[in-house]
């Protein structure tokens, strides 16, 4: 999977958020100073040729769709930063947060018990 820029981040937000949309749509959920429509149409090809997104033709309109979720970009980038950042340790990272004070005890303690919650056998 590659990676994308701030701006074609930005797009598949917007993606994500709307559900199928056409540039308009897109435009109306992005944050100010709003894009100009050439910009975001031309973005979207981008992305398209990228693999993250396709599109339904109506006509001359096209109504566009993330093929990638939300979730699996997620989980990408994620491993990406673990692995260029932290050593490949998810410890590591969870460490830098909690120092940081970006983390506290209580979201800490929730953390671990999702942890714990994830490894219970299902029965």
Do not use: C
């Not at 709003?34 to 398209?48: C, D, E, G, Q, R």
């Not at 969870?94 to 979201?107: D, G």
Request: glycine fraction near 4%; hydrophobic fraction near 35%.
């Amino acid at each position: 999977m590659k990676q994308l820029t701030k701006a074609e981040e930005q797009i598949m937000q917007a993606l994500w958020e709307t559900g199928p949309a056409f540039v308009k749509d897109i435009i109306e959920v992005m944050p100010e100073p709003k894009p100009h429509y050439n910009t975001v149409s031309t973005l979207v090809k981008i992305l398209i040729e990228k693999g993250f997104v396709d599109f339904k033709a109506y006509g001359k309109s096209h109504q566009y769709f993330a093929v990638v979720t939300k979730d699996a970009y997620s989980h990408k980038t994620v491993n990406n930063i673990v692995k260029g950042y932290f050593d490949g340790s998810f410890s590591n990272m969870v460490s830098f947060f909690v120092k940081e004070k970006e983390l506290s005890i209580s979201e800490l303690e929730k953390l671990v018990q999702k942890i714990k919650d994830t490894q219970k056998p299902k029965s």
